[in-house]
């Protein structure tokens, strides 16, 4: 018998945190406590990396249901479950949360040195609610781990980020709550209305059209901001320039594709027609975001900013594949958020790299890198390269298949978005123009060390993925298939049902 592995995992860095809440010193011991406290960590997130490899292997992926199902009552008299599961989309999602946590602890090292043991504690119990986000299979379960993860987050910038942290903290925490309220009432709402929160079998009712659009803005008022869309990703950049190097890795990495999964876990199988009806509304906005976003990426001087405001444009091409409701958008979609997850995360932690040393985000204070950092250099290229999307990098299948999948639905918006990989090529070469070839009018700047035995050891298994994601993709669309199969079958009954006039179709005329 399988044992309960995803629960393994989600209780695995609770645990850990509470052990490194119990890590005590003599006063004048800080340095040993911190030591210990880096290394209960750092395994700690070893181990939950390992059950993921565990996972991955087990996992069958010609099965599109889910798989590793846990369900245990939770309250019996609400009829509410502890249900997980993970399948062919959810299963990369655990596995990037829990490959992105030892690396942020490597990251914080050494550039965290106040409050450590408060610091390690946040970052487990994110990893905690991020895996369990990504395999609750109850719709209140899933809203537990959704906003659970602000609260650590909130704290990562609000104590450890920059000069406005407050500010941004606040504004991070403010936006995406608002959001997830509406949220919270459609849930109560589908639950009073089918009697249960359970979303598999949310999946399989039929739900009436009239009620659908409201539960689907409702979800969206929620998605949209977390992952950001325009014009709701204002808070984004503050978080990012704010929170120090690994809370804007985990934000870039894992938490804005949280949006991206809900849309695909609620909207379109539980919400079809809905989803289908608001279509060219969220694939214009995703036009707008693309262009927009990318555009004000070109006039920014923090390092930060720029890579902040690119994220939003490829957030841009994943809800324009996820609602052109084709297999390439989708399973492009999917791909597009975990090298997104992988790249950006990669870019955070280059600009930390040099921020260490400098102090400094401004592009402006740094240039002619090349010349005393060309390892730096050699790495910077492959991520910036990867962000662009160059052939034989991850960060091209996913951009390719969205707007392959664009093009099926709508030439005249998968025209404009082509736009954004023109214009996100220019900002990236831009940056690295600047940064790494030119002018190197600060000393300072030129008498920075390239990289050390750590920060190799932190970028070599990204710059691996990142190639080998590109080259050899079909190991991850290979996963995504059936699941995406099933969803679109689901998706078309809804399309045909669509036609009617909508008069009978609110009376219930219709193919969930």
């Known amino acids: 018998m399988m044992p309960p592995i995803l629960s393994i995992m989600i209780f695995l860095p609770l645990i850990c945190a509470a052990m490194i809440a119990t890590v005590r010193g003599e006063k004048g011991d800080e340095v040993l406590v911190a030591k210990n406290v880096k290394h209960l960590a750092f395994f700690g997130s070893l181990f939950v990396v390992a059950f993921s490899l565990f996972l991955y292997a087990n996992f069958d992926p010609a099965n599109p249901g889910f798989q590793f199902t846990e369900k245990y009552s939770w309250f019996k008299t609400a009829g509410l479950n502890y249900h997980l599961g993970v399948d062919g ?3 990369y999602f655990v596995l990037l949360s829990a490959f992105l946590t030892p690396i942020c602890i490597l990251a914080s090292w050494n550039s965290v040195k106040t409050r450590v043991k408060e ?3 946040a970052f487990m119990v994110l990893e905690s609610f ?4 990504f395999s609750a299979l109850d719709g209140i379960l899933f809203y537990v781990f959704f906003e659970g993860v602000l609260i650590p987050m909130f704290l990562i910038i609000g104590i450890w980020g920059g000069p406005r942290r407050v500010y941004a903290s606040y504004k991070f925490f403010l936006y995406t709550l608002l959001g997830s309220v509406l949220m919270l009432i459609a849930l109560l709402t ?4 089918e009697g249960t929160s359970d979303i598999p079998e949310l999946m399989d009712r039929h739900i009436d059209i009239g009620l659908q659009k409201w539960l689907w803005v409702a979800f969206f008022a929620s998605f949209a901001v977390k992952m950001p869309m ?9 978080a990012h320039v704010e929170a120090p190097t690994a809370g804007s890795v985990i934000l870039a990495g894992v938490l804005l594709k949280m949006g991206g999964y809900g849309f695909l876990r609620f909207s379109l199988p539980i919400m079809p027609d809905a989803s289908i009806y608001f279509a060219p509304f969220v694939m214009w906005l995703s036009v707008i975001a693309i262009i927009y976003t990318s555009l004000v990426a070109l006039v920014q001087e923090d390092m930060k900013k720029l890579i902040a405001y690119s994220s939003v444009a490829h957030m841009g091409f994943v809800t324009l594949g996820i609602f052109t409701f084709t297999q390439q958008g989708i399973e492009g979609a ?8 992988v790249i950006s995360a990669a870019l955070f932690l280059c600009v930390g790299v040099v921020y260490d040393r400098l ?3 401004e592009i402006g204070r740094y240039g002619g890198l090349v010349k005393n950092m060309p390892k730096y250099a050699v790495v910077f290229m492959i991520f910036m390269l990867g962000s662009v999307g160059l052939p034989g990098t991850s960060g091209f299948v996913g951009e390719f298949l969205s707007l392959l999948g664009a093009f099926q639905a709508d030439t005249i918006i998968a025209a404009f978005a082509t736009t954004g990989v023109v214009l996100g090529a220019a900002y990236m070469l831009v940056l690295y123009r600047r940064v790494i070839f030119g002018p190197q009018g600060n000393k ?5 060390k390239d990289l050390t035995m750590m920060e190799k050891a932190i970028f070599l298994p990204l710059v691996l993925l990142v190639f080998y994601m590109g080259i050899y993709s079909p190991v991850i669309t290979n996963v995504l298939n059936a699941p995406v199969q099933n969803m679109i079958a689901d998706m078309n009954v809804s399309k045909e049902a669509l036609p009617h006039n909508e008069a009978t179709m609110e009376k219930g005329d219709h193919h969930g």
């Open 444 to 448: 300072d700047a030129a008498s920075m």
């Open 89 to 91: 989309i959810s299963i």
């Open 230 to 238: 325009w014009p709701v990703h204002t808070w984004l950049p503050d």
């Open 119 to 121: 610091y390690m504690i």
């Open 359 to 361: 102090h400094t985000r």
């Open 130 to 133: 991020m895996i369990g986000t």
């Open 334 to 341: 999917i791909f597009q958020m975990i090298s997104h997850g």
């Open 190 to 193: 589908l639950y009073v209305q």
